[in-house]
């Protein structure tokens, strides 16, 4: 008789953000699905996990996020390590007096920043990326009526979607066009990129992790790698660290059928534990160096 029992993929690290519970768009029923096959050693929740802005003007909490938090916890549990970097849209999770006994959980921290080390040694900041997009910091409210908008647009690419399905499989993802072409001409990529690798020099660490643009990347810049997540809203894309200490980018579709976008280079050094500091069509993902980069993209 064949075992029908789901066979667990175990994984050193797993960088998620924009998650975005709150949402009615948010992918958290299929997020559950996709991570039960996994096991991670460390669980890296690179901010916007929660919608807290959305929350506060409708109020949308259904069982799939009650899952998929009890995945989370079951994890840290069993021994996960787990790592918050809360984000613009959950920053409420900075106030650690708010949290209560999640802010002295043995198994679970919350800072702005984390340095991860790979298996192979190299160190990588962690942060959701919000505290150097200055929209966010100067024009806050920019960027919570882009919000709004962004959640209109998902509704009548929904409309759209539907009425495409009915002439063809193919769908039209009409919102994600204009929310990249608004990030494009807000957020100075180029800029918040320097400002992340300036951050990530002054700890000694040799590139970046992070999320809050939707747009995944796996990118070597010069002497910097320069990874973001991407999202759970349409991208369905998580970052991984092989037990080998190579990274690679992801994307679900289906959680038996995930694509490497992404893979950086790996070096076989000593493994060290993560560090806990103080206080455009981008859809498009690529790997290599800034000036000659190939796409990557093969089933596992």
Same mark, same amino acid.
């Given at each position: 008789m064949t075992d029908a029992t789901p066979k667990?993929?175990?994984?050193?690290?797993?960088?998620?953000?924009?998650?975005?519970?709150?949402? !009615?768009?948010? *992918?958290?029923?299929?997020?559950?699905?996709? +991570?039960?096959?996994?096991?991670? %050693?460390? @669980?890296?929740? /690179?901010?916007?996990?929660i919608d807290g802005?959305?929350?506060?003007?409708?109020?949308?909490?259904?069982?799939a996020y009650h899952d998929l938090l009890a995945l989370f916890v079951s994890w840290a549990e069993d021994g996960t390590s787990v790592y918050v970097t809360p984000g613009n849209h959950d920053e409420f999770l900075r106030d650690l007096n708010r949290l209560g006994v999640l802010a002295s959980a043995e198994h679970?921290?919350?800072?702005?920043?984390?340095?991860h080390s790979l298996a192979d040694g190299r160190r990588f900041l962690v942060t959701h990326g919000d505290l150097y997009d !200055?929209?966010? *910091?100067?024009?806050?409210?920019?960027?919570? +009526?882009?919000?709004?908008?962004? %959640?209109? @647009?998902?509704? /009548?690419?929904g409309i759209f979607g539907r009425l495409r399905r009915?002439?063809?499989?193919?769908?039209?993802l009409f919102a994600g066009k204009v929310k990249r072409w608004v990030k494009r001409k807000t957020v100075n990529l180029t800029e918040y990129r320097e400002k992340?690798?300036?951050?990530?020099?002054?700890?000694?660490?040799?590139?970046?992790?992070?999320?809050?643009?939707?747009?995944?990347?796996?990118?070597?810049?010069?002497?910097?790698?320069?990874?973001?997540?991407?999202?759970?809203?349409?991208?369905?894309?998580?970052l991984v660290e092989t037990d080998a200490g190579r990274l690679q980018l992801w994307q679900f579709?289906?959680?038996?059928?995930?694509?490497?976008?992404?893979?950086?280079?790996?070096?076989?050094?000593?493994?060290?534990?993560?560090?806990?500091l103080a206080?455009?069509?981008?859809?498009?993902?690529?790997?290599?160096?800034s000036a000659s980069r190939s796409k990557v993209e093969r089933s596992i």
């Amino acid at each position: 008789m064949t075992d029908a029992t789901p066979k667990i993929r175990r994984v050193r690290s797993l960088f998620l953000s924009d998650v975005h519970l709150g949402s !009615r768009h948010s *992918q958290a029923k299929f997020l559950t699905a996709c +991570l039960a096959r996994l096991r991670p %050693e460390n @669980l890296y929740l /690179v901010g916007d996990l929660i919608d807290g802005w959305l929350l506060k003007k409708r109020w949308h909490w259904p069982q799939a996020y009650h899952d998929l938090l009890a995945l989370f916890v079951s994890w840290a549990e069993d021994g996960t390590s787990v790592y918050v970097t809360p984000g613009n849209h959950d920053e409420f999770l900075r106030d650690l007096n708010r949290l209560g006994v999640l802010a002295s959980a043995e198994h679970i921290k919350f800072q702005n920043e984390f340095v991860h080390s790979l298996a192979d040694g190299r160190r990588f900041l962690v942060t959701h990326g919000d505290l150097y997009d !200055r929209i966010e *910091q100067h024009r806050k409210w920019l960027s919570q +009526l882009g919000t709004v908008g962004f %959640e209109l @647009l998902l509704m /009548v690419d929904g409309i759209f979607g539907r009425l495409r399905r009915a002439h063809g499989p193919k769908r039209l993802l009409f919102a994600g066009k204009v929310k990249r072409w608004v990030k494009r001409k807000t957020v100075n990529l180029t800029e918040y990129r320097e400002k992340l690798f300036a951050r990530s020099g002054d700890l000694e660490c040799g590139g970046v992790i992070c999320g809050h643009v939707h747009a995944p990347a796996l990118t070597q810049y010069d002497q910097m790698t320069y990874c973001n997540t991407g999202d759970w809203i349409e991208g369905c894309t998580a970052l991984v660290e092989t037990d080998a200490g190579r990274l690679q980018l992801w994307q679900f579709h289906d959680p038996d059928d995930i694509r490497i976008l992404g893979e950086s280079e790996e070096v076989c050094t000593a493994s060290t534990t993560p560090t806990v500091l103080a206080g455009d069509e981008s859809r498009t993902v690529v790997v290599g160096s800034s000036a000659s980069r190939s796409k990557v993209e093969r089933s596992i």
